[in-house]
């Protein structure tokens, strides 16, 4: 198919020889953005930047998608090999990359200097003629911005090195007169380029004009002197000498470098022992990857084919990955014959720097054979030397240790039948067509025959002593070498005596060594190397909850302050004893993590681990606290003193500048957050947990964590009951059902609130009854039992108009707003959004407001009034973009596309829905997956599209019948039934 994305003059698409732009400069934009990182993943943060530079709209992620909606749209319409994918706060065009016109000359460019050194001028001229035939004029012609020019510019200066070499090309070739035109309108638009200048000079001298050149030199030489103050170089003068001395023209061209021979290929395999078991591992690696470019060559069928052969190895220390990869490789070497090659990319190597890409393809192209001096400095240029060195080349390659995919990403070779081998301790993702393969510890079968390969039948003695051995060794392959490299030196020993070594206590790891190596010395040399107090540290620190923690959380585990930890922290991190992976947010590596928690049972009592852990509980619950206030000052809470645990102090706290920080706290912390609750209710601190689940209460519901908020508040409840505390129970009920109502458990929302409102009762506290009657009028809403809603909504606004509360009078209002809404009462619907927005307003809640404006939006909708309600529905996206939930974000973009005319904008409207629908789904809210599969059947239906709407409508009567929301079950049901009417059958 003729197809095409044109950046290379204006931006265009080309299709069966037609050309088609985009609608607006900002949508060329976008389509151009897309285009440069064809294949890869744009953040939305990125896209901002490049549209706009430093001066976004005020709802540029809005825009966005309204531009990639059109761009999908067209690609879909032309029935193009391209697809403009989005996944989490990206997109990605998945296109072959030579079907833009950019990317086409820049490896036609790469391919064309690669033959050029090789000798083949004719292919070489081919190709950059091919390249410069792609220009259309200015590239990026129309669009501004920052950005935009940057880009330009950069392309600007690659066709000028293109030209160039082209240039020189024909001038060896003698074509000296014709080129003289050309070159001398690059020398004016370019007027101190010596390169050019040198050019033009051979050009004109070629063609029997001397005097011409000389003056050419005189020209440039005074330009130099009068701009920039310096004289011409030497490889101008160098031209300029050998004119005045009438040289022969073949002298005036560029020295040649000396010819080197065709260097043999290459073979870095290092020397192994042999390989013990894992016939299974070795045989998927050779099974899959002597197909080559063949069935392993392009799985997505996405892109021109030919891709490598990738095989990813992972795997713990010690787990023999090396070996199987270097095995492997041998095993494959007449498959191959190009050359079969090892770089340790050194992630891990002590003492050593891990080799950065750059370095690493520049070893790769000297093994391959590449001058020094011939590899150019840039990457891209680098990168694409390496892909044309490998183009037609069958070879093997090991990048063994490698840290993630960004490392080894510019290190693989594009179109070619080369294999590439990855091993690394951690599993990478995001490369294409990768297979990965998990390598497990040794079966204890194959780590006893290991054993005995290694020490010699002679010297095994009892069968069962090398069982106990290699599994005190944890059947790991680097153990078990370390284990019988120890035995064979020592004549003397049996394997009864290394069972007796291995099984002392302390010191095992330490027994897992040979002359050379030992299993747990980087670790215990490190620690070792610590003071007592950061070796204290460093133990409990292994005691958090979590994967990650902060210096605040490492501060509470320690008991130490805050200033003093960091240093601790500082100390560690600089011992590879932990790890940053991200700024302030710290881990351990899981075998240090092991090796540390190892020493905290050896070394720390259970009373101190006990204390220690609770401290960080009592942390939590502070910083926990803390963060709902900010988040929710208003919200209805319980919060009775809690003492801190015995021996502890006051915890410094982490200081967050907004409510959207706090909240991110909280975001960053929910596993270790979840997981202290839990200790704390398991391990005999009730009252902690009962407290902890009630600070977090309002951000599990929120930001739809229903699951972990109905395990928590349940047994919150239970406690508060047992204790006699029946504000606490009335309280914890109440987070219990709104997280019930939020997973669509009304029914047992319903129970849980009238065991509240008991005992709201019997305390006499009008504010909790009042919170307990709100959120019976939200069950009852999700319901369908309108009338019974506005009846305790009613009654709730009156308890809250006692208090004069404007903020909790404000959400009564919203929420009576939408049940109006829904019983079809418009202007009683609108009277009471209007009064709750200029609530809320007057207590400066913008989150608030935007739910506000987005049930305005809902409400205009309903009404016909498509134009205010998409202004209510952008101004509302627009706040909750910047502080809301993706909850809230989605129900707002169910209402933008709500706004849309399905018969024009069709695509727009289902991208909002469907981008809305996998929110609820992920998080749970049924109701809401409901709602939105009936507005996706209702646009599918109104395009024509009636099959797929029946689906739809089907998924929604379905999923609202299961949770009991009646309203939406049956208009999910009246929707299906009006679709199979015969009338509307064809």
């Known amino acids: ?480 070498e370390l284990a019988a490299g120890r035995l064979a030196s020592r004549p003397s020993w049996t394997t009864s005596h290394l069972v007796e070594k291995l099984t002392r206590t302390p010191g095992r790891l330490a027994e897992i060594r040979d002359g050379f190596r030992e299993i747990a010395r980087v670790f215990e040399m490190s620690y070792h190397a610590l003071t007592q107090e950061r070796r204290k540290a460093f133990r409990l620190l292994s005691l958090h909850f979590g994967a990650t923690f902060g210096p605040h959380a490492a501060a509470a585990l320690t008991g130490l302050s805050l200033d003093v930890t960091e240093r601790v922290l500082d100390s560690l991190l600089d011992d590879h004893l932990l790890s940053e992976p991200a700024p302030e947010t710290f881990q351990f590596h899981d075998l240090v993590g092991e090796y540390a928690r190892l020493l905290a049972a050896m070394e720390d009592s259970p009373a101190e681990r006990d204390t220690a852990q609770g401290r960080l509980i009592h942390f939590y619950l502070q910083a926990s606290r803390r963060a709902s206030r900010m988040i929710h000052p208003r919200r209805f809470r319980y919060e009775p003193t809690a003492s801190p645990p015995e021996g502890g102090t006051a915890f410094a706290l982490p200081e967050w500048r907004d409510a959207q920080e706090a909240r991110d706290w909280l975001a960053q912390e929910r596993a270790g957050l979840v997981a202290a609750e839990q200790c704390a209710r398991t391990r005999g601190r009730p009252l902690e947990a009962a407290l902890l689940a009630g600070a977090l209460a309002g951000f599990l519901e929120e930001d739809g964590h229903w699951s972990e908020a109905q395990r928590m508040h349940g047994p919150a409840a239970r406690h508060w009951s047992a204790v006699g505390d029946a504000r606490g129970e009335a309280c914890a009920l109440i987070d219990l059902a709104g997280a019930q109502s939020r997973a669509s458990r009304y029914s047992r929302a319903l129970s849980s609130t009238h065991r509240a409102l008991d005992l709201a009762g019997t305390l006499g506290d009008p504010e909790t009854e009042a919170e307990v009657r709100h959120l019976l009028g939200v069950i009852h809403w999700h319901l369908g039992r309108h009338g019974t809603a506005l009846t305790f909504q009613s009654a709730t606004l009156e308890l809250r108009r006692r208090t004069g509360d404007a903020w909790q009078i404000a959400r009564c209002r919203n929420n009576m707003g939408i049940t109006h809404l829904f019983v079809g009462d418009y202007e009683a619907s609108e009277e009471s959004f209007h009064s709750a927005l200029k609530g809320f307003r007057s207590c400066g809640d913008e989150r608030e407001v935007a739910r506000v404006l987005n049930n305005l939006s809902d409400l205009h909708a309903h009404r016909g009034e498509r134009n205010i309600a998409r202004r209510f529905a952008l101004e509302s996206l627009a706040l909750l973009e910047r502080i809301g939930s993706d909850t809230e974000r989605a129900s707002a973009q169910v209402n933008l596309a709500n706004t849309m005319v399905a018969e024009s904008e069709s695509e727009e409207m289902l991208a909002l829905y469907r981008e809305a629908l996998s929110v609820f789904r992920r998080v749970g809210d049924l109701r809401n997956s409901a709602a939105t599969l009936h507005t996706i059947g209702d646009a599918l239906r109104a395009v024509g599209r009636a099959s797929e709407a029946a689906l739809n409508y089907k998924g929604a009567w379905t999923a609202a019948r299961d949770i009991g929301a009646a309203h939406e079950e049956s208009e999910a049901r009246r929707a299906l039934a009006s679709l199979t009417a015969p009338e509307n059958q064809g």
């Not at 190709?127 to 950069?154: F, I, M, S, Y």
């Not at 005189?218 to 300029?240: F, I, M, Y």
């Open 1 to 480: 198919m003729d197809f095409g994305i044109l950046l290379l003059g204006p931006v265009e698409f080309r299709l069966a020889g037609s050309r088609d732009a985009p609608g607006t400069p900002k949508e060329r934009l976008t389509l151009t953005a897309l285009a440069l990182d064809a294949g890869h993943p744009v953040t939305l943060d990125t896209l901002v930047h490049r549209v706009w530079d430093e001066e976004p709209p005020s709802k540029p992620r809005a825009s966005l998608h309204v531009y990639a909606a059109r761009i999908r749209r067209r690609l879909r319409t032309a029935a193009c090999p391209a697809r403009l994918l989005q996944g989490a706060h990206a997109y990605t065009l998945e296109i072959d990359p030579d079907l833009v016109d950019w990317h086409r000359f820049r490896r036609l460019t790469d391919e064309a200097r690669a033959l050029s050194g090789g000798g083949d001028t004719a292919g070489a001229l081919e190709r950059l003629t091919e390249a410069d035939e792609l220009w259309r004029g200015e590239p990026l012609a129309g669009l501004t911005g920052l950005w935009a020019e940057g880009r330009r510019a950069h392309f600007t200066e690659k066709r000028l090195a293109a030209t160039l070499t082209r240039t020189a090309i024909e001038l060896g070739l003698g074509r000296h007169a014709e080129l003289v035109p050309d070159l001398t309108a690059l020398l004016d638009a370019h007027p101190t380029d010596e390169t050019i200048a040198a050019q033009l000079m051979t050009a004109a001298y070629g063609s029997g004009r001397q005097g011409d050149a000389l003056r050419t030199y005189d020209s440039v030489r005074r330009r130099l002197s009068e701009e920039l103050g310096t004289d011409p170089g030497e490889a101008l003068s160098r031209v300029h000498r050998l004119v005045l001395d009438h040289a022969p023209v073949a002298e005036l061209l560029p020295r040649p470098a000396p010819a080197r021979p065709s260097p043999a290929a290459p073979h870095t395999l290092p020397g192994h022992g042999d390989l013990v078991g894992r016939e299974r591992e070795l045989g998927l690696i050779t099974n899959v990857c002597a197909l080559g470019g063949t069935e392993a060559a392009d799985p997505s069928g996405v892109g021109g084919g030919g891709i490598i052969a990738l095989q990813t190895i992972a795997g713990m220390p010690g787990v023999g990955k090396s070996l199987l990869a270097v095995h492997a490789a041998r095993l494959l070497a007449d498959r191959y014959p190009d050359g079969q090659v090892l770089l340790d990319l050194r992630t891990h190597a002590p003492g050593r720097q891990a080799l950065s890409a750059q370095a690493a393809l520049f070893t790769l192209l000297r093994v391959f054979g590449v001058a020094a001096d011939s590899i150019p400095a840039d990457p891209e240029e680098r990168t694409a030397l390496w892909r044309t060195l490998l183009s037609n080349r069958r070879a093997v390659i090991v990048l063994d240790d490698a840290a993630d995919a960004d490392q080894v990403r510019p290190l693989l070779p594009g179109s070619s039948p080369s294999l590439v081998i990855i091993t690394s301790r951690r599993r990478l993702t995001g490369l294409p067509g990768v297979r990965s393969l998990f390598l497990d510890i040794l079966p204890a079968a194959d780590a006893a025959a290991l054993f005995r390969r290694l020490v010699g039948d002679e010297r095994v003695g009892d069968p069962e002593d090398v069982a106990r051995i290699v599994r005190l060794c944890g059947h790991l392959p680097l153990a078990v």
